[in-house]
């Protein structure tokens, strides 16, 4: 987990305005109680964190260069032998089986995403890859939310949501009707949280609306109809 965790941060780094306003509202007790700096370190290295709070953190990728660099040091604190002397192995064997970690074609794989590193930089500025919406005045931490403009992400995380709303063991009708009506009600909370990105923090609706039910879709009842009809 530790090298998968090493790899990701290879790959692209959350932005530092974004980074700081969150550890100062954890550490301020805005979300919940407060965090010193041990449990900051211990919550950012669980699921908890990305769950509850990558929502307020954009991604940048880094640049190619800098990808490249940060893979060869991966690639050698998690390899277990070296025929480099430069470059030693820093890596260790499993002491019950004495396995490495890296197969044999990791290296050459390695080698391969530096070659792609320079295609899959951001097409556009990271202001322009997320849309923003910033946080109600009822909000305690001040905190705004990022909604990815990446349609393949969108896309994934949409099928990961499809396995929950049928499954093999019902019949088919049912099945999908489960599947329309979850279908129905995702995208009418998408339609719910992108409204968010129009209204401005000092919108009286807003002001209106506590900030925990501010991004929860009002009504179903219209979407329960629509699926006996």
Not at 59 to 80: H, T, Y
Not at 120 to 140: A, Y
Not at 168 to 177: F, K
Request: glycine share 4%; aromatic share 4%; with cysteine.
């Amino acid at each position: 987990m530790v090298s998968i965790t090493g790899l990701l941060h290879c790959i692209c780094t959350c932005n530092n305005d974004d980074h700081e306003r969150l550890l100062k509202a954890l550490k301020e007790g805005a979300l919940s109680a407060k965090c010193t700096d041990d449990e900051t370190t211990d919550l950012k290295a669980s699921k908890v964190f990305r769950q509850q709070h990558d929502k307020c953190l954009r991604k940048e990728i880094r640049p190619p260069n800098v990808l490249c660099s940060m893979l060869d040091a991966w690639f050698d604190q998690f390899k277990g032998t070296s025929s480099d002397a430069s470059r030693p192995a820093r890596g260790r064997k499993d002491p019950v089986n004495g396995d490495t970690l890296f197969s044999s074609e990791t290296k050459s794989a390695a080698e391969e995403c530096k070659k792609k590193a320079s295609y899959i930089q951001d097409p556009l500025p990271l202001e322009k890859m997320c849309d923003v919406i910033h946080p109600s005045s009822n909000s305690p931490h001040q905190l705004k939310e990022c909604i990815s403009n990446h349609g393949e992400s969108c896309l994934e995380s949409f099928h990961l949501m499809l396995a929950h709303f049928g499954n093999c063991s019902m019949r088919t009708t049912l099945a999908d009707n489960l599947n329309l009506t979850g279908t129905a009600r995702c995208n009418l909370g998408v339609r719910h949280k992108r409204r968010l990105t129009s209204l401005t923090p000092e919108n009286p609706e807003r002001k209106h609306t506590p900030a925990a039910h501010e991004s929860i879709v009002s009504f179903f009842q219209p979407l329960r109809a629509c699926s006996h009809e």
